[in-house]
């Protein structure tokens, strides 16, 4: 059975950094693909970040160069590692297990309970 488990979240200044950690349980962890979502009030979840069994990176327009995501197979473990937050990265954050097809990252239906994020101006 998959769990995820989200943690690393809280409150931080515009501009700080906050490293985020999604601990996977469950086989097949080094050959799937993951991936983090935010969901801010109101609005749908998105996807944030996504990285393949082979370490190759994806990211949203919105957060390009400023998170990354990085994955420890041995430890079953994905991070994201958020620089320079912004008002506008107040959401919750979840990680989740999924697939590519292609360019385009499809989720599996495993998720986490999520981590708060909050940014204040």
């Not at 697939?99 to 385009?104: D, V």
Request: glycine share 12%; proline share 3%; with cysteine.
């Amino acid at each position: 059975q998959v769990q995820l488990a989200e943690s690393g979240g809280g409150l931080v200044q515009a501009g700080g950094s906050l490293r985020l950690s999604c601990a996977a349980s469950g086989s097949m962890f080094s050959i799937d693909a993951m991936g983090w979502y935010r969901q801010a009030p109101g609005k749908q979840r998105e996807l944030v970040a996504s990285i393949r069994s082979s370490g190759s990176t994806n990211y949203a327009d919105s957060v390009k160069g400023r998170f990354t995501i990085t994955r420890d197979n041995a430890q079953k473990r994905v991070y994201l590692q958020m620089n320079s937050l912004k008002p506008g990265d107040t959401a919750v954050y979840y990680c989740n297990r999924g697939h590519y097809s292609g360019p385009r990252y499809y989720p599996y239906d495993y998720w986490g309970q999520g981590t708060q994020v909050t940014v204040s101006s």
